[in-house]
Nanobody, 123 residues
């Protein structure tokens, strides 16, 4: 069982930056691929980024490529999402996710979800 707790969300102006953190419980964090999804009311969950268990592979949605960076520190059981050049359309609740499967952008393949953290980008 893995519990995920996100932090770092907030209100930022367009063009600004935020860094989200997700800390996982358990001693097997390094065996999980990790990712971030986001969701706004009335819309489906949207894949944002994912990182392999070693951190050697990453995958991004086209909408965030070049602006967002996912990274992890297995010694701290933490995964990060650095978000630069934020746009109003990035406004959403961001969820940290974990899976024992290989790197994936399919939300059904993630076994564990955090509670989410709100990111609001004002224009």
């Amino acid at each position: 069982q893995v519990q995920l707790v996100e932090s770092g969300g907030g209100l930022v102006q367009a063009g600004g930056s935020l860094r989200l953190s997700c800390t996982a419980s358990g001693r097997t964090f390094s065996s999980y691929a990790m990712g971030w999804f986001r969701q706004t009311p009335g819309k489906e969950r949207e894949f944002v980024a994912a990182i392999s268990w070693s951190g050697g592979s990453t995958y991004y949605a086209d909408s965030v490529k070049g602006r967002f960076t996912i990274s992890r520190d297995n010694a701290k059981n933490t995964v990060y999402l650095r978000m630069n050049s934020l746009k109003p359309e990035d406004t959403a609740v961001y969820y940290c996710v974990a899976t024992t499967r290989a790197l994936t952008y399919v939300y059904q393949e993630y076994d564990y979800w955090g509670q989410g953290t709100q990111v609001t980008v004002s224009s």
